[in-house]
């Protein structure tokens, strides 16, 4: 069936450094891709998507790009502030189900000042 | 601007006792769905539902009871709470492309 796998966290980073969270998935067909980002106390919120191969989703500053060949999607960010600090979620969307995603176990993302 | 609201956000339960969290969204989407959120497991599908009238299992439904009977409206029924059930609930609405709204979480400790 369909997964999807994240690297594990904590991710702890200093302000204003690189971030890279890894994402790879396994789904038949084209698959649409999303990340969510999960800030404390709050429910999730869409920060980023990609419908098909080679697309690059892009929000706040974060970017993700579509990689079929490597079945990956991996979330980066160049500056990382204090307030990027959440819980990120890589997730696949196929359709043919009813609209369900399919959610990774998440990375917790600390940046310090 | 509402969107997707829950309650109660908190609720603690001893063990055989019953309660409704209630969930409703003000966008008319059709698809809703109910997700229990544990450490180092990311997010689970309780059930969820395609439209009034229409209901369906996720991966962990077991304990847990849905029904829809508007579109707006989704509660989530547990009959005879069980420690198991500690966990953090997010509801979430969608139109159907894909992109989920979730509500802020109602967490839950069963003693």
């Known amino acids: 069936g369909d997964s999807v796998t994240q690297m594990e966290g904590p991710v702890t980073l200093s302000e204003e450094a690189c971030l890279t969270i890894?994402?790879?998935?396994?789904?038949?067909?084209?698959?649409?891709l999303f990340w969510y980002v999960q800030y404390p106390g709050e429910g999730l919120q869409l920060l980023l998507k990609?419908?098909?191969?080679?697309d690059k989703g892009s929000n706040k500053g974060f970017e993700a790009t579509y990689r079929k060949e490597t079945t990956s999607f991996h979330l980066e960010k160049g500056s990382v502030q204090v307030s990027d600090s959440a819980v990120y979620f890589c997730?696949?969307?196929?359709?043919?189900?009813?609209?369900?995603?399919?959610f990774g176990a998440g990375t917790r993302l600390a940046v310090h000042p | 601007n509402a969107g997707v609201t829950q309650t109660p956000k908190f609720q603690v339960l001893k063990t055989g006792q019953s309660m409704t969290l209630q969930c409703a969204q003000d966008?008319?989407?059709?698809?809703m769905s109910w997700y229990r959120q544990d450490p180092g497991m990311g997010l689970r599908l309780i059930h969820y539902?395609?439209?009034?009238?229409?209901?369906d299992q996720g991966e962990v439904p077991n304990g847990y009871n849905v029904s829809r009977s508007t579109t707006e409206d989704f509660p989530l029924r547990l009959l005879s709470a069980a420690p198991s059930q500690t966990s953090v609930y997010f509801c979430?609405?969608?139109?159907?492309?894909?992109?989920?709204?979730f509500g802020e979480g109602s967490r839950l400790t069963v003693l």
């Open positions: 997730a696949l969307f196929h359709s043919g189900g009813y609209n369900k995603l399919i």
């Open positions: 539902s395609v439209g009034a009238g229409i209901t």
């Open positions: 966008m008319n989407h059709e698809y």
């Open positions: 890894n994402c790879t998935y396994t789904a038949t067909g084209y698959p649409s």
């Open positions: 979430a609405s969608s139109g159907g492309t894909g992109e989920l709204f």
């Open positions: 990609a419908t098909k191969a080679d």
